[in-house]
């Protein structure tokens, strides 16, 4: 179930006792992750955040119903980073559905 489809949505309530240790555990990995990252280099660095990126705007684009060409949206993605084309192939033209 999405946060969207509760019957109580937009009206969000929560037990901020009950999030701390889950939200401080992410926020832990989250910074392992950083560190790691920061170890690979500029390149792998770049790409990782083009994968993750490319692989949110598709997933959100399903949440909504539409199915978006993955090509486009990392061609559309790396644009907006500043990540050279020819590192992600030939431009298709922006976000379409397919």
Known sequence: MYVWQRADWPHFRWDAERLARPLAEAHLKQGRLLGRLEQLGFALRGEAELQAVTEEALK???????????????SSVARRLGVPEAAVGPRTGGLKAS
């Open 60 to 74: 959100n684009s399903e949440i909504e119903g539409e199915i978006l060409d993955r090509r486009s949206v990392r």
